[in-house]
């Protein structure tokens, strides 16, 4: 039980700074302190086990928000791609939600 809330803890601090980062491009776009900041976490050729750790950190933290960002906006540009993605944060909280439930429903039947 110990280990399951662990990694619950985990993957619910992990998405909590991907939605912070998703929030933060849609309002200040690509070029702000914070994106540079997280983007200098990212190896293209991780040498060891650090290098490695931070690429799982930044995909972890910030990469799946980055790379929808990018692909967005890069298709649509401008408004129309601010809106599309506030859609996409939109239906990944409905998503998550769901699956929080299920979880949620899950955990009860086992308890009881």
Partial sequence: ????????????????????????????????????????????????????????????NYGVAHRAYEKVMT????FKGKLRYLGLIFIATVVLIIIGNILNAIEIGLTS
């Fill in 75 to 78: 298709k649509h540009g401008g």
């Fill in 1 to 60: 039980m110990i280990v399951y809330a662990g990694v619950m803890f985990l993957l619910s601090i992990s998405l909590a700074f991907q939605f912070i980062t998703a929030l933060v491009f849609l309002v200040l776009g690509r070029n702000n302190p914070y994106a540079r900041f997280v983007e200098k976490f990212y190896e293209h050729h991780p040498k060891d086990w650090y290098d490695k750790f931070m690429n799982f950190f930044y995909i972890m």
